[in-house]
């Protein structure tokens, strides 16, 4: 590490970060990436032994050692979700900052051919279980004496409806909404600022998914998107509220 290096502050030094869907992709970078910045993070999602090699990526770095909690949002059961709060508080007292970044795309098919066990997959995880864990982590993040910061991972087809993304885009649709509506209420009174995050074309698993006839070559890695994701998250962006950000737009 060069000097200038060692003498750059660390954006996140000290903070506690929750990351949902920290077990691949997006949400493994972003545990990374803000690990690197000096924060704790807690890494939440549904695979153990994923989660586990996130784990050791960040111990392997010697960055702060972090957690791993492994959880389904798509549980439907409101007391897991307070028992996972009240952990988080019994082990750490508060959060700075929480990724919601973890969801399933589900069927690409037309409205009246959708599977509806399939849809309501994808309205367990990608919205109800988002509205239970922000409902139940808001005091944790009340408590940060930096200002919290709560993003949520969106899409361009929760911004703007397209054929055969069903249930999907409707998530995220809600997810834009719920945005809007946490901002209103947290920023003034709590001092938790709230937007989402579009990633955009992103060389992801869920992206080869939903194009699986596209070059990945010719798409940004999860690793090019990650300043937009500390910014996010650091002091820097504590005027930035109620906003429906694009990763690969915003400077």
């Known amino acids: 590490m060069s000097q200038a290096a060692a003498e750059t502050p660390l954006k996140l030094k000290d903070r506690v ?44 770095e010697g960055l702060p050692q972090a957690a791993v909690l492994p959880f389904d949002l798509g549980c439907n059961d409101e007391e897991k979700f307070i028992e996972l709060a009240d952990l988080i ?21 037309p409205i009246e051919g959708y599977n509806w066990a399939a849809w309501k997959q994808v309205m367990d995880i990608n919205v109800n279980g988002q509205f239970l864990l922000a409902k139940s982590i808001t005091p944790l993040l009340e408590r940060s004496p930096h200002g919290a910061s709560l993003v949520l991972t969106s899409s361009s087809v929760g911004r703007e409806g397209r054929a055969f993304w069903g249930a999907y885009s409707v998530s995220k649709f809600a997810i834009e909404g719920m945005m809007q509506i ?70």
């Open 182 to 251: 946490l901002a209103q209420e947290l920023y003034d009174s709590r001092n938790i600022r709230v937007n989402t995050l579009n990633p955009g074309a992103t060389r992801t698993s869920m992206r080869a998914d939903a194009y699986p006839a596209e070059n990945p070559e010719h798409l940004k890695t999860a690793a090019d998107i990650m300043d937009i994701h500390v910014y996010l998250m650091s002091d820097e962006s504590k005027h930035v509220n109620g906003q429906a950000l694009d990763a690969q737009t915003v400077k």
């Open 17 to 60: 970060i929750l990351v949902t869907g920290a077990s691949y992709g997006i949400g493994a970078h972003a545990a990374l990436a803000y690990a690197r910045e000096g924060a704790t993070v807690i890494l939440l999602g549904r695979t153990q032994d994923m989660l586990e090699a996130v784990y050791d990526r960040i111990e392997s």
């Open 89 to 109: 508080a019994a082990e750490f007292g508060r959060l700075d900052g929480a990724l919601l970044n973890a969801g399933v795309l589900g069927q690409k098919a």
